[in-house]
């Protein structure tokens, strides 16, 4: 589309935090920026100068003030606010006073509870308490396996009190990879739930639970969340009775806060470490800034534990918003679930996945019609592309008036590279813009910066977020090989990208699993915006398989609707679709009716994987049958690959 979908309205642009702090720049600098565009010019121009206005607008406390805002700027390696200690609980438990909910729970058979920011605060100090008595010091791991429930946001504020390090796997994970994320980091205390709820039933998980303590040598203390018994376990209960203040240990800048992990489909999940500051400041200008959420705001992202977007919900609180923690399918017991949890909560921004949206759109779902969501302000979608199609689709059913922010980020970084902001127009299936102060650009094989056309996503600055390290490398090796082999000092984050000639972004999917027609590039998101687009197509999965001899096949591998048969016809509309909305050679060489899509934990498409294996890789090297949603659909997949040697 050559118009945007949606534009800031005067009052938008007013209104908006970042346009507060557009002025706040302003004064302390003497910075006039016109728009957002120039502000984010500036922002990456003057990293040390943004860094810190973005620390004093927020007016983060630290016990310990730093002899600036970057010590180094060299990636890897940038040292950020040498000499600060602080605490990341510091910024969430200055917003008790405030009163009001902190976290509202939702369940999925509709039922609610409020943790009040004082009953927060209470049990934080209680069980920061709790882990003090149990041997718990700065530097400890606390690790839990648990689902997205309130607990979960306590046991993390209290490990991060203590400057202890935080780590979480979901409960969909089975003990054994649980085992391999979380057993990598000597964990001194475990807290676990009895089970979860999904698609309607309770999901005991105390066997897990009980097989994951045994493999866990190093833990002292089991703090179990639910009902189920594990033997010599603390209960939730006991470890927060009681009332012991809220207080934070300070930590140097760059402490560890937490060890997220990495999908682990291809080998043993790395372990990425993220510290206190610079996970502080990313979240408050991502937050607050970019998504213009604060306190009367109320922060609904469906996601869990396993994923970072649970992390970057949390930073909710760290604005004073209120935030909604729910556990369960978003699409039971009806699919237009999350947008009933919307209107009943109130909530003012909404954080979702183009599946979901597509699944809506495929349901025949009118949430503006059958739910009232005149509370809700913004859109948020991450995980995959957004299809033009969905996005208009979102503002046909959801309102005109609403914006569609889509995300770009990852794990690494925990946050994003860019995305939607009140103040920018927004383009249906484009990132309206980069995040400030990050250098986003985008390269082509020689590393020399390219516009209008497919390039590497890279970050050519430091961004604070960054991870510290990886746990478990002490060389750094393979901290430098994941992301600054290709382009030295520079970020090669391993997504294909084009910069348009408004200043948006449009994401085409991972560069190492690049279609590449006789020396054309091209992103697999291009042919799942066209195909998934049918009404006949649940979901489809495209893969480009090289041959020793320098054959290039590209099947489509498609799930079919109910009902619906992979007939001519069928195959006929496919293909128009393919070269109406990417181009003629986005058609795939055949189109194969498949019984389901495997993904990893987090919802992406094992597209590098079952290349790997259609290339003739032993699958047991190619992936872990672990990190897979549905393990079994792999064994299709393999059959497959074998057919076609053939």
């Keep these: 589309m050559t118009e ?326 978003p699409g039971f017991p009806t699919p237009d679930a999350l947008w009933a949890i919307a209107a009943r909560e109130k909530v003012t921004f909404l954080g979702t996945s183009p599946g979901y949206v597509l699944s809506c759109i495929k349901a025949g779902s009118h949430p503006s019609q059958e739910h009232e969501l005149s509370a809700l302000r913004a859109i948020g979608i991450t995980g995959s592309s957004l299809p033009a199609s969905s996005s208009i689709w979102l503002a046909d059913n959801v309102g005109e008036h609403i914006p569609v922010f889509s995300i770009s980020g990852g794990t690494d970084v925990v946050s994003a590279f860019a995305g939607g902001v009140r103040t920018v127009a927004v383009w249906p299936g484009e990132l309206s813009a980069p995040f400030l102060g990050v250098a986003l650009d985008s390269f082509d094989e020689n590393g020399e910066p390219v516009r209008g056309e497919v390039g590497e996503l890279v970050v050519t600055k430091p961004m604070p977020s960054m991870p510290v390290r990886f746990w478990n490398d002490e060389d750094g090796s393979r901290y430098r090989e994941a992301y600054f082999d290709t382009y030295p000092g520079i970020w090669r984050h391993g997504d294909w990208i084009t910069r348009t000639e408004h200043g948006s972004v449009v994401v085409h999917g991972r560069s190492d699993s690049t279609l590449n027609r006789n020396g054309i590039r091209m992103g697999s998101a291009d042919i799942y915006q066209a195909v998934e687009s049918l009404p006949e197509i649940v979901e489809s999965l495209v893969l480009g398989i090289e041959s020793e001899n320098g054959d290039y096949w590209m099947p489509l591998f498609v799930v079919l609707a109910e009902g619906a048969e992979l007939d001519g016809a069928l195959v006929s509309r496919i293909k128009t679709s393919i070269r109406e909305h990417a181009s003629p050679r986005h058609v795939p060489d055949e189109i194969i009716s498949a019984p389901g899509i495997p993904h990893t934990r987090t919802g992406k498409k094992l597209e590098v994987p079952l290349k790997k294996i259609f290339q003739g890789r032993d699958a047991s090297r190619a992936l872990d049958r672990s990190a897979v949603d549905v393990p079994e659909l792999v064994d299709w997949y393999i059959e497959q690959g074998r057919a076609h040697a053939r």
């Excluded at 205390?189 to 994951?212: E, I, M, P, S």
């Excluded at 300070?250 to 992990?261: E, S």
């Design 4 to 329: 945007p979908q949606w534009t800031p309205s005067p009052q938008d642009i007013e209104s908006a935090r970042i346009t507060d702090f557009g002025r706040f720049v302003e004064q302390q600098h003497g910075v006039v920026a016109a728009d957002y565009t120039q502000l984010w010019e500036w922002s990456v121009d003057n990293l040390d100068l943004f860094w810190q206005a973005v620390w004093d607008y927020f007016d983060v406390d630290a016990a310990t003030d730093a002899s600036g805002a970057i010590g180094s700027s060299t990636m890897p390696g940038a040292q950020w606010f040498p000499g600060a200690t602080l605490n990341y609980a510091d910024q969430v438990r200055r917003h008790v006073a405030a009163g009001g909910p902190a976290i509202r729970y939702v369940r999925e058979d509709g039922t609610a509870t409020t943790t009040s920011w004082t009953e927060l605060a209470r049990q934080v100090g209680s069980l920061a308490a709790t882990l003090t008595a149990s041997g718990v010091t700065t530097g400890d791991r606390v690790v839990g396996y648990l689902p997205n429930i309130p607990e979960a946001v306590v046991a993390f504020l209290a490990t991060a009190s203590i400057g202890a390090v935080w780590s979480a796997c979901g409960q969909d994970y089975s003990s054994s990879a649980a085992l391999d994320r979380l057993g990598q980091l000597d964990p001194k205390v475990l807290v676990a739930a009895d089970g979860y709820c999904y698609g309607g039933k309770f999901h005991d998980k105390t066997a897990d639970v009980t097989a994951l303590r045994a493999g866990l040598s190093t833990v002292t203390t089991v703090i179990q969340v639910g009902e189920g018994q594990v033997a010599d376990a603390t209960t939730w209960l006991d470890a927060t009775a009681g009332e012991h203040e809220w207080r934070a240990t300070p930590v140097a800048f760059d402490h560890p806060l937490w060890v997220v992990f990495s999908s682990g489909t291809t080998g043993l999940p790395k372990g990425i470490v993220h510290g206190h500051g610079g996970v502080l400041l990313e979240h408050l200008k991502s937050v607050a800034l970019q998504s213009d959420i604060g306190p009367g705001d109320t922060f609904f992202w469906y996601t869990s534990p396993s994923w970072m977007m649970w992390n970057f919900q949390v930073a909710g609180l760290l604005v004073g918003a209120t935030i909604v923690c729910a556990d369960g399918s």
